[in-house]
């Protein structure tokens, strides 16, 4: 069972240019989450999906940023008009149906070893 | 707000000697923490996750106390290795809500 896959792992772009990054969760799970790890900084989360729905976006920045789960196919986390404020790994995790009782199980969040931003 | 820190921010200890990270969290409204290993340019390895009604975790040399009331949570690493190098990394996820809030991480050497 693959681990969940982010592709690329590491992306160049020149300032203006639009960055797409994609995550594949881990097989079995229906929920994506994204998160960004400026330089020397902590992880920041950004937006929590699942198929076909945004259910929590308040950490997206509100202009360029958006991101996707479609029915089929990996997520998407697309910025647009980079700027080289936006050079960081970003890391995706998957989680089966988060479950708020104990015995739905943990539903523990695993991690993509992340894609790795570079603006020029 | 919740709020994550860990601290200290660096350790370097010679290798053998037992490891004690600290993290701490301002809202105990938590459904679970969770322990972290991050190598330099690499992605996260989960290491241990406690549930909120739980009071540690164990797994090898690894042992991870949670005090929710005081909004502390503690790793034990013992017999620290050369390979025990690297930042780790404490994240809670809240009652409410699914995202994680992450501590800055404490970035450990192990010296042979």
């Known amino acids: 069972n693959a681990g969940v896959m982010q592709n690329p792992r590491h992306l160049v772009r020149r300032r203006g240019q639009e960055a797409r990054l994609r995550c594949s969760p881990m097989?079995?799970?229906?929920?994506v989450y994204w998160y960004r790890q400026l330089p020397e900084e902590g992880l920041k989360f950004m937006v929590y999906?699942?198929?076909?729905?945004?259910?929590?976006e308040s950490g997206m920045p509100k202009e360029r940023f958006s991101a996707e789960f479609p029915k089929e196919g990996p997520s998407i986390l697309r910025i647009q008009q980079v700027v080289r404020g936006d050079s960081a790994a970003y890391f995706c995790?998957?989680?089966?149906?988060?479950?708020?009782?104990?015995?739905?199980?943990?539903?523990?969040?695993?991690f993509g070893p992340g894609t790795r931003l570079t603006v020029l | 707000k919740q709020e994550v820190t860990q601290i200290p921010a660096a350790l370097s200890v010679p290798e053998g000697e037992n490891l004690v990270l600290n993290c701490s969290f301002t809202?105990?409204?938590?459904?679970?923490l969770q322990w972290f290993r991050q190598d330099p340019g690499k992605g996260l390895t989960s290491l241990l996750l406690?549930?909120?009604?739980?009071r540690e975790q164990t797994s090898g040399r690894l042992n991870a106390s949670l005090d929710k009331s005081s909004g502390r949570s503690t790793l034990y690493i013992a017999a620290s290795q050369p390979g025990d190098s690297a930042t780790y990394l404490c994240?809670?996820?809240?009652?409410?809500?699914?995202?994680?809030?992450f501590g800055g991480g404490t970035r450990v050497l192990v010296k042979p």
């Open positions: 995790a998957s989680s089966q149906r988060p479950g708020q009782d104990l015995a739905s199980g943990i539903y523990e969040q695993f």
């Open positions: 097989k079995g799970h229906s929920h």
């Open positions: 999906l699942q198929k076909e729905n945004i259910i929590d």
């Open positions: 809202d105990s409204a938590i459904y679970n």
């Open positions: 406690i549930q909120s009604s739980q």
């Open positions: 994240a809670v996820r809240p009652d409410a809500g699914n995202k994680l809030t």
